[in-house]
């Protein structure tokens, strides 16, 4: 291992971590210390490839915290049981890089970062869905390289997102968030596609519909699509805030788009793979009026051909859940999934995980994904 690329901190600790890149915030260090724990943590800005992450595990290794940019395998897991290891920490909330059934047979508990990207997600969602519907990266690139010669009534014009409909695609913690966003700012009307109906934010939006209608103006409307098509067909906007599994990967595709308003505004921060974007690309070649926001891509950090040419399109580099408070949040999250499993304490119970970023966190992992398979306690 050499030294300028990994910094080292307590090394008497009684149990070993390895980090493979290196965190924002001082919190989760200091919990892990706390834990006892030696962190050795990789500096390197590349990151590191499979064979250096087998090398780092080792022959000792309790516990590790890898990247959603890193494919935990079953490989990887079998090397950190051989070393002794119980516990890997995802940074982050999506886990499609993590093989759980791998790490549930070597007896690794897996945690992730639910409850600090939503409100960060939610928002970078709402500002690319505004910055597709209104053209502001080819209306930045257009000032920028000097073409502004002043006022004129037909210059960008663009969609209003007001009273239009809005179509959720996913309606979890971060859809849900979103939504509200743009219903209660927007007085967007709402249908949403989703595994399992959401009553609250059926119940949030209708009591919003009352509060309008009591002040004599047109109340907002929120419904289930049963279909995703449907959806597709009606809405103005389109936001991904799904999982991606076998079912979701493509889940927007040729055929799909083909169903959407020529004018519609797609965006999504959800999993690059949800879209087809070759397809995109090829729709938004022959449909200059739809418009697109993205956070994240297929084949990150790669572009299909043919994307970063198109005017339609706002890109941007998978920073939706980048907020310093969140990003911090999800390294204290993942601090006390592994500080907690190698203490042998429980998962905490709650949905509600900001206890976890107060000075004295629950002596709880936060978020265990196989914790039922593995029999971790509550
Ligand atoms: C996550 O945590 O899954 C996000 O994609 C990180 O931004």
Partial sequence: MSTNQWKVHHPTGRFRVVVTR?????????????????????????????QEILAALGKACDAAIGQLTETWDADLFAALKT??????????????????????????????????????TAELAVALTLAAARRLGESERFLRSGKFSGWQPDLFLGELLWRKTLGVVGAGRIGSTYARMLVQGHEMNLIYYSPRSNPELEAEVTAFGEYLKARGREPVTCRRAAHLDELLQTADVVSLHTILNAETR??????????????????????GPVIDETALVAHCRTHPNFRVGLDVFENEPELAAGLAQLENVVLVPHIASATRWTREGMAVLTACNVAAILQNHGVWPEADIRPFLSENPPQAAPSILNARELNVKK
């Avoid at 915030?25 to 706390?34: A, K, T, Y």
């Avoid at 493509?250 to 999993?271: Q, Y």
Wanted: aromatic share 4%; proline share 4%.
């Fill in 22 to 50: 290196n965190l924002p915030g001082e919190g989760w260090l200091r919990i892990l210390q706390q834990a006892d724990c030696r962190v050795e943590i990789c500096l390197s800005p590349e990151g590191l490839s499979k």
């Fill in 83 to 120: 070393a002794g290891g119980r516990v890997y920490g995802n940074y982050a909330v999506g886990f499609n890089n993590v093989d759980l059934a791998a790490a549930t047979r070597n007896g690794i508990a897996v945690g992730n970062t639910p409850g600090v990207l939503t409100e960060a």
């Fill in 250 to 271: 493509h889940l927007i595709n040729a055929r799909c788009l083909s169903l959407m308003k020529p004018d519609a505004v797609l965006v999504n921060t959800s999993r």
